[in-house]
């Protein structure tokens, strides 16, 4: 089992800029991919990217490419979100996944957190 806790969630202008980091716990040996996602009301979840636990590669959505970074800190078993330039439309909850070694989806889900930007 792999435990994940999001955190760095909050309220911020249009224009700011937030960090969420996403610290796991548990069999985290077995960990193949940490990706980030969001939902808003009404909304489907969204995939941002993802980058793999050990080497550290990085994929993007389009939809946030440029604006969002993803990195980890293998050390601290965490994985970051820098969020710039957040627009209103980037208001959602947001949510840290982990896929182990073989597994086809994304097998651990941690509780999300809540990013609100405001215009």
């Known amino acids: 089992q792999v435990q994940l806790v999001e955190s760095g969630g909050g309220l911020v202008q249009a224009g700011g800029s937030l960090r969420l980091a996403c610290v796991a716990s548990g069999r985290t040996g077995t960990t193949d991919v940490v990706g980030w996602f969001r939902q808003s009301p009404r909304k489907e979840r969204d995939f941002l990217g993802r980058i793999t636990w050990s080497g550290g590669s990085t994929t993007y959505a389009d939809s946030v490419k440029g604006r969002f970074t993803i990195s980890r800190d293998n050390a601290k078993n965490t994985v970051y979100l820098q969020m710039n330039s957040l627009k209103p439309e980037d208001t959602a909850v947001y949510y840290c996944?982990?896929?182990?070694?073989?597994?086809?989806?994304?097998?651990?889900w941690g509780q999300g957190t809540q990013v609100t930007v405001s215009s």
């Open positions: 996944a982990s896929r182990t070694r073989g597994a086809v989806r994304y097998n651990y």
